[in-house]
């Protein structure tokens, strides 16, 4: 008899988060430590959105909710997706869950069966590996041409075991947008092989220059029957610890997550719910703004990198970087080790993106400190060369 789940056993830590207690543990020891590790933004938290918290514990909103979420968070979510992503669904089509992580988490456990099989474009976020695995699914991974998702190259994976594919448009990590071209052929593909879409759609209103970000579940109604849309206050509002995410999905998927959530967190924090209604239903200003501020910090990221002897894609969406390290001659953990240790700058291994040629960095950090954490980044790629 093993001693532990096997199943928990097998997967890995965060690489993120693995990164972040590192840079934590050594400022707790004196050092200035610059992160571009976190995947979240450095904004503050908008000011409704605050007084809809505040206001909400004078009310003493604090029992518990219906698993699902309330009812005027669930109706705004519908606005949202009707008005921002031209798709309708009922509010018993929606789960709001804690976090985007618990969204897909729910998804995974509902849809899967042991050893059915999830295609996942590379590189990829570091949990959707290990939710599938611990679901007890398992990963196949397909390549992108240049970090783009092409319906081509998902085909070639699909067998008889094929259940379910992951889009993540923008991307996390590399940024990449699927046009609009492309996910009408990624539709047709799971429609005719009657698969499953999970389209984890965070970052969508961090767009830059001339991209546009598409649902695909909105280009006609048979896809939207195969789609379980995955979105989060977290990024756009800048509320990435109050954990609120949501889910849209045909009502008998979302009936099974609310089931399977009902017996482990039940309902998100009622606190959180009010203020992550207030994000949706009040003023967008501040997303937009926000948004171009990105927009100026990747464009000198970018080219900060490309200068310093790290190649660098430019990416049209979400706030990551996903420069090529090969010019180092290191693989990516051991330039992250070295880079922490010599420079005091966090940033996280592409090893654990499915890529070990490249390293993440957020461009979501505050200004001043990226550009110095840049500065320190260029010290360290001439000691190396």
């Not at 979510?77 to 897909?104: A, H, P, R, W």
């Amino acid at each position: 008899m093993n001693r532990f789940s096997k199943n928990v056993d097998s997967i890995t830590q965060s690489a993120t988060l693995a990164i972040n207690s590192q840079a934590k543990n050594i400022q707790n020891k004196g050092s200035r430590v610059l992160s571009f590790a976190a995947g979240e933004p450095k904004f503050s938290l908008f000011d409704n959105v605050k007084a809809a918290g505040i206001q909400a514990i004078k009310d003493n909103f604090a029992q518990y909710t219906p698993v699902s979420g309330i009812p005027e968070l669930k109706k705004a979510i519908c606005n949202k997706f009707k008005t921002e992503n031209k798709i309708l669904y009922s509010e018993d089509e929606i789960m709001v869950s804690n976090g985007g992580k618990q969204v897909l988490f729910n998804i995974l456990f509902s849809l899967l069966n042991k050893n059915e099989t999830v295609i996942i474009p590379k590189p990829y976020w570091v949990s959707y590996i290990e939710q599938v695995k611990l679901s007890g699914g398992t990963s196949v991974l397909a390549e992108t041409d240049n970090f783009q998702i092409k319906a081509d190259l998902i085909e070639d994976k699909i067998n008889s075991k094929t259940k379910v594919i992951i889009l993540n448009s923008p991307s996390n990590p590399t940024g990449s947008v699927i046009k609009k071209k492309e996910l009408n052929k990624i539709a047709d593909v799971v429609v005719e092989n009657d698969l499953f879409i999970i389209s984890d759609e965070v970052y969508e209103h961090f767009v830059y220059d001339n991209c546009k970000h598409y649902s695909i579940a909105s280009l006609n109604s048979e896809i939207k029957e195969k789609t379980i849309t995955v979105n989060a206050a977290s990024k756009t509002y800048a509320m990435t610890g109050l954990r609120v995410g949501y889910s849209a999905a045909p009502i008998e998927i979302t009936n099974l997550m609310n089931n399977l959530q009902s017996h482990t967190t039940s309902g998100v924090c009622s606190i959180a719910q009010k203020m992550a209604l207030s994000a949706l239903t009040e003023s967008q200003d501040l997303v937009r703004l926000n948004r171009d501020i990105f927009q100026k910090q990747r464009n000198y990221m970018v080219k900060t990198l490309n200068k310093i002897g790290l190649p660098c894609v430019k990416p049209e969406g979400a706030f990551y970087a996903f420069p090529s390290i090969q010019k180092s001659k290191l693989k990516s953990l051991e330039f992250c080790k070295k880079l922490l240790e010599e420079q005091r700058v966090a940033v996280v291994p592409g090893v654990a993106f499915g890529s070990d040629n490249h390293i993440r960095l957020s461009f979501g950090e505050k200004t001043e400190d990226m550009k110095e954490g840049l500065d320190r980044m260029e010290k360290f790629m001439r000691c190396l060369t």
